[in-house]
């Protein structure tokens, strides 16, 4: 993708909301048609920057009526790396209409024993950027270094590893924001506009929100609980 291209994409997502558009296997929503739908939606009625989109069949269906930026990615499977797990993932992401490839960049073995390096050169071979979803510092440098484009702290709280906590990770945020020159979008337990905010404040580039906003069953469980009768 030409530098102009990169820093114009980028720019509009600078201090602006991206929402993941997603819902999961047996969820009334789980097809194409709603997940466009969905993104549509969101995109229509609110100043949203972009769409984060999983799976090849829904990025092409929201990628027919949404203009805005697509981060896509494939998810394979359900434990260990599995979000885009790799190069070939990638790529069939990228082809879809995914302007920028999210991947899971933590430390852990990759399904198909490759190194990431070769999962970040097919994605820049096809034209898109790579979103190295992290969980560490450690893990956002390394990522940087190979050639991530931009970096998000995703997978905090889902390795191990990582900070175990019910909100977003601000500290790591704050740390990879201190320590990369590529931006670095906060992601992750988000579930308040104030939460969102802080993240800004913390030094992400842009904040990506999924389940506060567009899980249904999820939003109405946490009003149900907060009723005397539920």
């Not at 009334?28 to 048609?33: K, N």
């Not at 070769?118 to 969980?135: F, K, P, R």
């Not at 924001?177 to 905010?197: K, S």
Request: charged fraction near 20%.
């Amino acid at each position: 993708m030409p530098a102009d291209r990169v820093r114009t994409l980028l720019n509009g997502l600078r201090g602006r909301l991206v929402v993941s558009c997603q819902a999961p296997p047996g969820d009334p929503l789980r097809a194409p048609e709603h997940i466009a739908a969905m993104a549509a939606s969101v995109t229509a009625g609110a100043p949203v920057a972009g769409v984060r989109v999983q799976g090849v069949d829904d990025i092409r269906a929201v990628r027919a009526v949404v203009g805005l930026p697509v981060i896509g990615l494939w998810k394979d499977g359900a434990e260990g790396v599995y979000i885009t797990p790799t190069a070939g993932h990638a790529q069939a992401v990228a082809k879809a209409g995914a302007e920028i490839v999210a991947v899971d960049a933590t430390g852990r073995p990759r399904p198909d024993g490759r190194p990431l390096r070769e999962t970040v050169e097919a994605v820049h071979g096809l034209g898109a950027l790579l979103m190295a979803d992290v969980s560490t510092v450690e893990e956002g440098v390394a990522a940087a270094a190979l050639g991530a484009d931009v970096v998000s702290t995703t997978l905090s709280g889902y390795t191990p590893y990582s900070r175990q906590q019910p909100g977003p990770d601000l500290e790591l945020v704050a740390e990879l924001a201190g320590r990369l020159d590529v931006p670095v979008f906060a992601e992750g337990r988000l579930h308040t506009p104030e939460q969102a905010a802080a993240a800004i404040e913390a030094g992400a580039w842009g904040v990506v929100v999924g389940g506060a906003i567009t899980a249904p069953a999820a939003i109405a469980t946490r009003f149900a609980a907060a009723l005397p009768h539920s």
